[in-house]
């Protein structure tokens, strides 16, 4: 293997398959990232079994061939190298990979490719009669959005599997995701084009695959859409994302392919927690009210994060307002009161200040909505203008203790 890139397009897809490196795995070769060359392109792989990505970048390839090199060394190797060509040559017998760029070389051990595990990829899908798939297209842009706006209320215990996923739902040309860990939720729609089945789809995706899935296509070509697939058997779901292939500056890929285990188990009926009524209706600026939140959770961290919240429709004289305090018994305490436009009922709520840091970090439109019913229920928010079919987050309140 003979074969030369610029370090910059490098950098960027060993960035981008990096983090689909196994840290913890009994086999060797999962710890190293594949580099293979062929047809003027380098290709790039890495996998923990349970995620695969593959980038593809530009390069002049001279001979074809491949290697698996260990990953975090190549990394830290590539990313301390200056922005020139890098050239890379690959002794077959010793499987070492001789790299340089300007005055430095360096000679990496690696193992052999053919034990690296296949990952599947688009060509191996759409090829096989077999794995025949269901496939849709959706903006970059906007799958991205809609990630960040539930994965965050996916579950972190591994000890609940299915919540560390997210529900997606292919139905009636509309993509929903769902995902909660049990004290959240959050819930997103759009309507998507492709070919789509009779019947509703519903798969679990990890969590963590599709945060990687928003991270990857923050670089992509934003005017071609992702493809997504998911295998007639529904074991695992593939994204195709494509990149701004030709442009150096700050480093650029051709595409991206990132394929996914599902999880195989059956997700709560969430539609049954979410409110169908309300008694008071508020509706309050959403940078204001973000900020508020965060004051308060400098004094709320130290008391299990509780910030209790007055809601104040307007009396005649007084406009309505909102009241967001929190306490700490060693710090301290803060009071913020805003504007806000109240309809129904006075109420006082407490709720988990990081959970609302959350989900307002992830609205963008200029208002929010906040319907809620008894201190002990859950309240539900959404940005004003958008219907709940699209998007909507239920938080469950927190009890203070007296």
Known sequence: MRVS??????????SIVGRAVSSR???PVLGNILIEANDNQLRLAATNLEIGVICWIDAKVEDAGSITVPARLLTEFVNSLPPERIDMELAVRTQTLHLRCASIEANLKGIDAASFPIIPTFETITANADMEALQIEL?????????????????????RPTLTGVEVTFKEGRLTMAATDGYRLSVRSAAVEGRLPATPVTVIVPARSLS????????????RPVQVFVTQERNQILFQIWGKSGESKGGAFQRVELVSQLIDARFPDYRAIIPKTYNTRTVV???ALLKAVRVAYLFARDNANIVRIKIRPANGVNPGHVSLAATSAEMGDSVNELDAMVEGEDLEISFNAKYLIDVLSQIE????????????????IRPLGIGEDEFLHVVMPMH???
Do not use: W, Y
């Open 285 to 287: 600026d959403t940078a």
């Open 25 to 27: 795995s009994t086999m």
């Open 139 to 159: 903006g970059s842009a906007g799958l991205r959005k809609m990630i960040d706006q539930v994965v965050f209320a996916a579950s972190t215990d591994e000890s």
């Open 400 to 402: 203070p203790t007296r």
């Open 212 to 223: 990687e899935l928003a991270r990857i296509s923050a670089d992509a070509d934003e005017s």
């Open 5 to 14: 890139c610029l370090q910059e397009h490098l950098a960027k897809g060993l």
């Open 365 to 380: 439109e200029p208002q929010v909505v906040i319907e809620t019913t008894q201190p002990t229920r859950p309240g539900m």
